[in-house]
């Protein structure tokens, strides 16, 4: 839920801010319900998953503050702003010739300032009134998050104004602005009653729905997670929990949704980018192997039961490919003289497992979420912790950032395969995909190779640690590993212009892998097979083979050392690197060879192992690195969380 408010709310303002067509009092509302979503998400959703992962339910005093101002505030903005969007929809029903001159930029601009300042003058006094309690007993919410009235249930002291006041709050805001909504629908039904044309009652109709469903999703658990908060008994139950967690996750991860599907200058906004040409295939699909067998263009159109595969291929277009790194290659693959037609691809998922794709989808996009998290965490604490900036840190920051590149180029159009069948892919956006996946891959290999040199200097040298890999060598070290990826790996797209595809151009696999795009060409492809062949003996051969030796070396000169307790202490700072190792070569080599001689394996069997290739490493490495290495846990534990209140 997490990643659907963050991409679908950030989708949704990158949409409505660069199209100007889009600047109607209706979007810009919008625009501002997404940003208010994004803020109350990024309020809530990273101390939750801290408490779920990692078990760190203390909470700094005024930070707990904080956290309780910016929820009740922009809860109380995002009630104004659904306000502000019932009263545009009365206006553009009831009185649509005065629209224009009615809500103008001034007038929009007011209203936005008005809900903005409304919740934070209202709210700004929760965290002031709360300040002055004395909290003797226990200091235990039952909650995932600092909501007001759980806290004031903790203080010792007499808490009538807190409660008194809280209740005035929440019932100007719930009934006021119901109320408001209220008279708004009630005004806009009585009109369109009043509509001769059963389409035309139908249509106004259809302008309000996705504003009615989110309306719904917002009041409805909020009013009565108020209710069980201030009514019910002392002791938080578990229902009231998981309801007061779904009100603040609901709505900014359905909302996004509900207006993609429903909003069809959204969808057409979402295709326009998707397809700049202006076309995409509509693709008819028949048999078991869900081959597609007949193909015809079509004007853009997003349906409802395919947005959200129009949301995550947005999403891969507009994060996993920066423009700055794709453009050059755009350019080499589009403007060579000597290219050939090119063909539109389809992506099959897993095949074989049509009918249980969806519930892949559940455990990759899990494994995609702690991706994001988990290496934005480590990054954030090794960059902005000066005493980390060691070169173990350094090289597990070059790490994070690769798996972060390497999540982001496969899962949102995996998720978007298996979700919604959203298959097609363009030629030019698949050799940048294989691209991105295979160098950054290798780039990744390059970084354990490096980690596993500063553990042999730390281990075997500890006394010329520092000067052996100081901070010149290191930046070498980064760049040979980068430059070394992409000058390997950038002849894949190359050769693959040379190929001919006559025949099928459906691949059986959620992303584009390149001996499975190879295999497609019916014109010859032995260079390409054995120049494929070649680049992963060399990366993984030479790799593993310096990993080996690193690890031989540091094995003699542990069993060399005195004492079992130095040599258990030297092993325990190599039992991170050594899983981390395990994680990415093992399903790494199985995947790559079962392409290239395991014909007696299933082949969903291998299409499954070669997307959890590019997704387990990226998960795992930030928790195997946060249990396994005490300075990244007590720096987590130091930066969001401290024993007790102070």
């Not at 947005?314 to 060579?336: C, G, H």
Request: aromatic content about 12%.
């Amino acid at each position: 839920m997490f990643f659907l408010a963050l991409t679908g709310n950030g989708v949704l303002v990158s949409l409505i801010w660069t199209d100007h067509r889009l600047h109607q009092p209706m979007f810009v509302f919008l625009a501002m319900l997404s940003f208010v979503d994004l803020v109350l998400s990024l309020s809530t959703l990273p101390k939750m998953l801290a408490i779920f992962w990692f078990g760190a339910t203390a909470i700094r005093f005024h930070f707990c503050l904080v956290q309780m101002f910016f929820i009740h505030s922009f809860s109380a903005m995002e009630s104004g702003v659904l306000v502000a969007m019932a009263f545009d929809r009365f206006v553009a029903i009831c009185s649509p010739l005065h629209y224009t001159t009615t809500l103008t930029p001034g007038v929009v601009t007011k209203i936005g300032g008005l809900a903005v300042l409304r919740g934070v003058g209202l709210t700004i006094f929760f965290p002031i009134l709360a300040h002055r309690l004395s909290f003797c007993g226990s200091h235990t919410i039952a909650y995932t998050y600092c909501e007001h009235m759980a806290m004031v249930k903790l203080a010792c002291g007499d808490t009538a104004v807190d409660s008194l006041y809280a209740f005035a709050v929440a019932l100007f805001l719930g009934v006021g602005d119901v109320a408001f909504i209220a008279y708004s629908y009630g005004q806009i039904v009585n009109t369109v009653l009043h509509f001769s044309s059963p389409e035309a009652r139908a249509k106004a109709g259809s302008t309000c729905t996705a504003h009615v469903c989110v309306i719904l999703f917002f009041y409805g658990p909020g009013f009565l997670s108020v209710v069980m908060q201030r009514f019910g008994p002392p002791t938080a139950s578990s229902a009231k929990v998981i309801l007061a967690n779904l009100y603040l996750l609901f709505p900014p991860a359905l909302d996004p949704i509900v207006y993609g599907v429903k909003t069809k200058q959204i969808r057409e906004r979402l295709f326009t980018i998707i397809y700049p040409q202006g076309k995409q295939s509509n693709c008819e699909e028949e048999g078991k192997g869900d081959l597609i067998s007949h193909c015809t263009d079509r004007t853009p159109f997003c349906s409802g039961e395919a947005v959200l595969g129009c949301l995550l291929e947005t999403i891969l277009k507009l994060v996993s490919f920066p423009s700055f790194l794709s453009r050059p290659l755009i350019m080499a693959l589009s403007n060579s003289s000597w290219r050939l037609p090119q063909p539109l691809f389809f992506l099959v998922g897993i095949p074989g497992l049509e009918e249980s794709q969806h519930w892949i989808a559940l455990p990759l996009g899990v494994l995609f979420c702690l991706a994001l998290v988990g290496n934005v965490t480590i990054l954030f604490i090794i960059w902005s912790d000066s005493s980390l900036h060691q070169p173990m840190y350094i090289f597990l920051a070059m790490l994070a950032a690769i798996d972060l590149v390497l999540a982001s180029s496969t899962a949102p159009k995996a998720l978007a395969v298996l979700l919604a069948r959203a298959r097609e892919i363009g030629y030019v956006v698949c050799s940048i995909q294989m691209f991105f996946i295979h160098a950054f891959s290798s780039m990744e290999s390059g970084v354990l190779v490096a980690m596993a040199l500063d553990r042999y200097v730390a281990i075997c040298h500890p006394l010329h640690h520092s000067t052996i890999l100081h901070a010149g060598v290191i930046a070498r070290l980064g760049i040979a590993v980068l430059v070394r990826g992409a000058l390997l790996l950038i002849p894949f797209p190359i050769l693959l212009r040379h190929l001919v595809f006559c025949q099928a151009t459906v691949i059986g696999h959620a992303y584009c892998e390149h001996m499975a795009v190879v295999k497609l060409a019916c014109s010859e492809t032995i260079v390409n097979r054995a120049y494929g062949l070649s680049v992963a003996l060399f990366v993984v051969g030479l790799d593993v083979l310096a990993i080996g030796v690193s690890y031989a070396l540091i094995l003699r000169a542990v069993l060399k050392a005195p004492g079992v307790e130095g040599r258990l202490k030297a092993l325990s700072t190599c039992g991170s690197h050594v899983c981390v190792i395990l994680i990415f070569y093992v399903p790494g080599m199985f995947s790559f060879l079962t392409h290239r001689f395991g014909h007696q394996v299933p082949h969903h069997v291998h299409v499954l192992l070669a997307t959890l290739y590019l997704l387990v490493p990226p998960a795992l490495n930030p928790l195997v690195y946060g249990v396994k290495t005490q300075q990244i846990r007590q720096r987590v534990l130091r930066v969001f969380y401290v024993q007790g209140w102070s």
